[in-house]
């Protein structure tokens, strides 16, 4: 079975700063897919990127990208020039090829002003 | 385009009521997912439908949870009896096709609360 990792429960970065979120993830699969999403305070969850197992280029979506370490099982979110609506519970996610998402604990961040 | 609903937001019962929450998911989507979220842990997968089918049911609890998909549409997840372990938050998600480049979209959850 998998299991995802987020070490850090709660974290704060100061707007305008970069702050990276810790994720580590445990298969035995090869293929997969992991993902970070995002739930604002009060808000449904959306997803804020997605990494291909089998590419080695580092997925990014403007201010948000990724360092994805298959052989540590490491995949960790950094966001740029962090932003107040960055403010949120940020969770990582696994799919292997059962096509079910298997979650972290999540992360809080805050963004203080 | 409307999201995925879900109704209620918010329910409190008492432990062996019945409790059924609703989930629509975005028009067209075949793929429908149930979730949850017990206090201070992961959000852990409990079933798939593939239009009315369930794909996969190897996430439910126990027999006092029934999911139903009727007519490939909206989704019902029923609680009966309701047990205090059972609080949490329930997620639904929908996804135009099944497989990893499909991107699941969530709801915002009701959150359950057994007393």
């Known amino acids: 079975a998998q299991t995802v990792t987020q070490s850090q429960p709660e974290m704060s970065v100061q707007e305008a700063e970069t702050v990276t979120l810790s994720c580590t993830y445990d298969?035995?699969?090869?293929?997969?897919?992991l993902f970070w999403y995002k739930q604002p305070p009060s808000r449904q969850m959306i997803l804020v990127i997605r990494?291909?197992?089998?590419?080695?280029q580092n997925a990014t979506e403007n201010r948000f990208s990724v360092n994805f370490q298959k052989a540590a099982k490491s995949f960790s979110l950094k966001i740029s020039d962090s932003q107040l609506g960055d403010t949120a519970m940020y969770f990582c996610?696994?799919?292997?090829?059962?096509?079910?998402?298997?979650f972290g604990k999540g992360t809080l961040l805050t963004v203080n002003p | 385009e409307a999201g995925v609903t879900q109704f209620p937001s918010h329910s409190v019962i008492e432990k062996g009521q019945t409790v059924t929450l609703r989930c629509d998911p975005i028009?067209?989507?075949?793929?429908l997912y149930w979730y949850r979220r017990v206090m201070g842990k992961e959000i852990k997968f409990l079933l798939h439908?593939?239009?009315?089918?369930?794909?996969?049911e190897s996430g439910m609890p126990n027999n006092r949870f029934l999911a139903e998909r009727t007519g490939g549409t909206y989704s019902t997840l029923k609680v009966q009896p309701a047990e205090l372990e059972d609080s949490g938050v329930y997620f639904c998600?929908?996804?135009?096709?099944?497989?990893?480049?499909?991107?699941?979209?969530f709801g915002p959850g009701t959150r359950l609360t057994v007393l």
């Open positions: 298969t035995s699969e090869n293929n997969y897919y």
């Open positions: 439908f593939v239009k009315e089918s369930k794909q996969d």
């Open positions: 998600a929908s996804s135009q096709v099944r497989g990893y480049v499909a991107e699941q979209f």
């Open positions: 990494q291909e197992a089998y590419k080695q």
């Open positions: 996610a696994f799919m292997g090829s059962n096509y079910k998402l298997t």
């Open positions: 028009s067209g989507h075949d793929n």
